[in-house]
């Protein structure tokens, strides 16, 4: 299961992207390498990983950053916090 939740820290000027996803495992060692595009660390079909690489390069052009954290046969949190501006 997937889940998505965003907070807004308004008066830090920040809004944080947080996805949780029970398939994704990876070993918190390997943090550094899941951003990479088809990585077989985060699947094993060649065609597949594609989806934290691009979310990862959409919100670093934004200004933001990311963070992940993973448990074997536990899933994963991926955060990404992103400067907000009111309109």
């Given at each position: 299961m997937i889940e998505i939740r965003s907070d807004l820290l308004a008066e830090q000027g920040?809004?944080?992207i947080?996805?949780?996803d029970n398939r994704v495992d990876f070993n918190?060692?390997?943090?550094?390498?899941?951003?990479?595009?088809?990585?077989?660390?985060?699947?094993?079909n060649e065609f597949e990983g594609q989806g934290?690489?691009?979310?990862?390069?959409?919100?670093k052009l934004h200004g933001g950053a990311n963070s992940a954290c993973g448990?074997?046969?536990?899933?994963?949190?991926?955060?990404?916090?992103?400067?907000?501006?009111?309109?």
């Open positions: 920040f809004c944080t947080s996805v949780k918190q060692a390997q943090v550094n390498q899941i951003f990479e595009p088809f990585n077989p660390l985060v699947t094993a934290i690489a691009t979310a990862n390069k959409i919100i448990t074997l046969d536990q899933g994963a949190v991926f955060q990404y916090p992103c400067h907000w501006q009111p309109s």
